[in-house]
Every structure is written in structure tokens, then in C-alpha cells.
């Protein structure tokens, strides 16, 4: 019985903040919109513009990586430049950028190490020293047990290349590739 009359109580309070004269309510309302009233400039006309049509559709994007076939176009080349083999049979992983390359890890018996290579299409690939890959002509100089060492052969652009290293770390080392000159 305590209970009910409790809250027959908290009910009547509340209700007594409940009342129907909120004229004060609207007299600061009326009060507030006319002290602040903004000033919104009007909107510039517009300008007509004139449409232009695109006309480089035809050509690769300038945003996307150019297809491995373009790496593949032998320029003229320049005598007394280092040039690469162009003759010998290309290797499964010569279809590959380095940067597409992950080292998985390495195998070895008696003084033969080998490293593991997964291509970006998931294929492991088992490569030692001389072995080829990427598409710039690389060719591995040497295996260790956390990174391979690459010489690459990068055109110039004048029909000369120039000869680049870099490492292909292990997955679980620092970095996957890191290039050093």
C-alpha cells in the first residue's frame, strides 16, 4: 500500500511542472529571433561554361600502371651500353614486377640455398643464384636465409639501361622489398 501511495505522489509532482501559460516561453522565442537575425548575402550568378570535349580517350590513363607489354618494346639501342640478354629463354617468373614478388622463405641442403618465391598469382616458385625474374631483366646474385639479392637492367629511356640492386626481403622481416643503389 506504501508503495502505490509512493507513487501516486511522484506522479502528482510531475505533473505539477506541467501547465498550460508558457507565454514567457514564447516571449523569449519572439525576443531571440528578432536580436539575431542573420544577413545572408545573396548567391553570385552563376557563369556559363563552355563544355570542352575529351579528346585523349584513346590513350592509356595516366593513372594506371602500364601493361607488362610495354615494358617488353626494345628501344633502339646505343653501342657501348649495358644491355641485357634479349635473346635467352625468358623464366616463369620474368612475367612478374619485383614488386608482385613475396620471398617466402628459403630451403637448403649441404652449401645450395634456395629461396621461396610466391608470384601474385599464389605460384611458389623455388629460385637460386642466376635464377631470372621481374620484368626488368633481373637476375639473382644472391640467396640468404632473410632477403635475396636482385641486379635489375632499367631502361633509360635513351636506348641504354641502367643497372640497378635491390633485395627481396622474407614476408616476416621488415619489409617486403626494400631497393638500395
Known sequence: MKLVSLF??????????????TTDIEQFMADVKVSTSAKIPPLPPVKAFEHLPYTSSDLRS???????????????????????DNQRE??????????NLKMRGTLGHADQLWALI???????????????????????IAVKPDYIE??????????????RNSKLQLLNASADATETN
Open 8 to 21: 501516486l505522489l511522484l506522479c502528482a509532482l510531475c505533473l505539477t511542472g506541467c501547465f498550460d501559460d
Open 90 to 99: 625468358k623464366h616463369a617468373l620474368e612475367q612478374f614486377a619485383v614488386d
Open 118 to 140: 610466391e608470384a601474385s598469382d599464389q605460384s611458389l616458385h623455388r629460385i637460386s643464384i642466376n635464377d631470372r625474374l621481374g620484368l626488368f631483366h633481373g637476375k639473382v
Open 62 to 84: 595516366p593513372f594506371s600502371l602500364p601493361s607488362p607489354e610495354a615494358y617488353n618494346q626494345l628501344p633502339v639501342h646505343q653501342p657501348g651500353c649495358i644491355q641485357p
Open 150 to 163: 636482385i641486379t635489375e637492367f632499367i631502361p633509360d629511356g635513351s636506348g641504354c639501361t641502367v643497372q
